[in-house]
């Protein structure tokens, strides 16, 4: 069964640091393109960053761009978004998915929750 | 960059059928999407891959979740509605630099 675990949201202050992780098991991590996808509250889906399957191929939404930085140890089948200069507006759920190429996410981890605020 | 454009909301009577439509940019019309369903509090959970001609249903998806295409537009039909199908219905896309996700529609079952 795949499954994608999320951790290390919180409380933070503007201007802040936080990492989140993303656990995968289930599957061949190494194998699969991973995602990040966040959803501030009351709000819909908003694409984070991607990540190809050797960590060499990266792209993230112009929001996040020079501010948060994905990556992923496939030794650990953990994915990572590193978030610094966080912002209020930076407050929202944060959810991993395994991506289908060239589609989406085809899995979703149960989220985690980051709250930018002084 | 592809933009999708969903309706805000549908709704429909228990056991019947609705239709949820995304719209994809016109130069972008070609590209295939991803249904994913939201139910209230709970992470999103994918439901199918559709391109302009055929759909794939995820694993343990119901056969009343399908898919059709017509031009830029991609639908998502749900027929013998179930009170549990209420909940937000999103379409994904995938370009070369970026992914997209259009607004939602939100399924209300009557």
């Known amino acids: 069964e795949v499954q994608l675990v999320e951790s290390g949201g919180g409380l933070v202050q503007p201007g802040g640091s936080l990492r989140l992780s993303c656990a995968a098991s289930g599957f061949t991590f190494s194998n699969y393109w991973m995602q990040w996808v966040r959803q501030a509250p009351g709000k819909g889906l908003v694409w984070v960053s991607r990540i190809s399957d050797d960590g060499n191929n990266i792209r993230s939404a112009d929001s996040v761009k020079g501010r948060f930085t994905i990556s992923r140890d496939n030794a650990k089948n953990t994915l990572y978004l590193h978030m610094n200069s966080l912002r209020a507006e930076d407050t929202a759920v944060y959810y991993c998915?395994?991506?289908?190429?060239?589609?989406?996410?085809?899995?979703w981890g149960q989220g985690a929750l980051v709250t930018v605020s002084a | 960059q592809p933009v999708l454009t969903q309706s805000s909301s549908a709704s429909a009577s228990l056991g019947s059928s609705v239709k949820v439509t995304c719209t994809l940019s016109?130069?972008?019309?070609?590209?295939?999407i991803a249904w994913h369903q939201q139910q209230p509090g709970k992470a999103p959970r994918y439901l199918m891959r559709?391109?302009?001609?055929?759909?794939s249903r995820g694993g343990g998806v119901p056969d009343r979740f399908s898919g059709s295409s017509s031009g830029a537009d991609r639908y998502l039909t749900i027929s013998s509605l179930q009170f549990e199908d209420e909940a937000d219905y999103y379409c994904e896309t995938w370009d070369s630099n970026i992914q997209v996700f259009g607004g939602g529609t939100k399924v209300t079952v009557l």
């Open positions: 998915a395994r991506s289908l190429l060239g589609v989406g996410g085809d899995y």
């Open positions: 016109s130069e972008h019309s070609g590209y295939t």
């Open positions: 559709l391109d302009s001609g055929r759909y």
